[in-house]
């Protein structure tokens, strides 16, 4: 069973960092994109950043560009997403997401495994 599970969340100030890790288990790694994707409360599910099966490739929403990078450890079965000069506007749930294909997409029916998210605060 694929099993993907998220932590680095919490309350940060505007200005401030994080860093998001996502372990995969249960399947092999190396060979899925992976992603990152967030949801507002009343807002729906959307594209944060995504990279391809090797680190090679990225993809990032406009709003996070120079902000945000995306990297994976295959070593480790780990992706991360640093998170800098965060906004009010970042405070999410923040989900990683695997995808049975070398390369990645912002479309998030195209990823067939799922975390179970982990919050972001980030106060004015």
């Known amino acids: 069973q694929v099993q993907l599970v998220e932590s680095g969340g919490g309350l940060v100030q505007a200005g401030g960092s994080l860093r998001l890790a996502c372990v995969v288990s249960?399947?092999?790694?190396?060979?899925?994109?992976m992603a990152w994707f967030r949801q507002a409360p009343g807002a729906e599910r959307e594209f944060v950043a995504a990279?391809?099966?090797?680190?090679?490739?990225?993809a990032y929403t406009d709003s996070v560009k120079g902000r945000f990078t995306i990297s994976r450890d295959n070593a480790k079965n780990t992706v991360y997403l640093q998170m800098n000069s965060l906004k009010p506007e970042d405070t999410a749930v923040y989900y990683c997401?695997?995808?049975?294909?070398?390369?990645?997409?912002?479309?998030?029916?195209?990823?067939?495994?799922w975390g179970q998210g982990t919050q972001v605060t980030v106060s004015s």
């Open positions: 997401a695997a995808r049975s294909v070398v390369g990645g997409s912002p479309d998030l029916s195209g990823y067939d495994y």
């Open positions: 249960g399947r092999t790694f190396y060979s899925n994109a």
């Open positions: 990279v391809n099966w090797n680190g090679g490739r990225t």
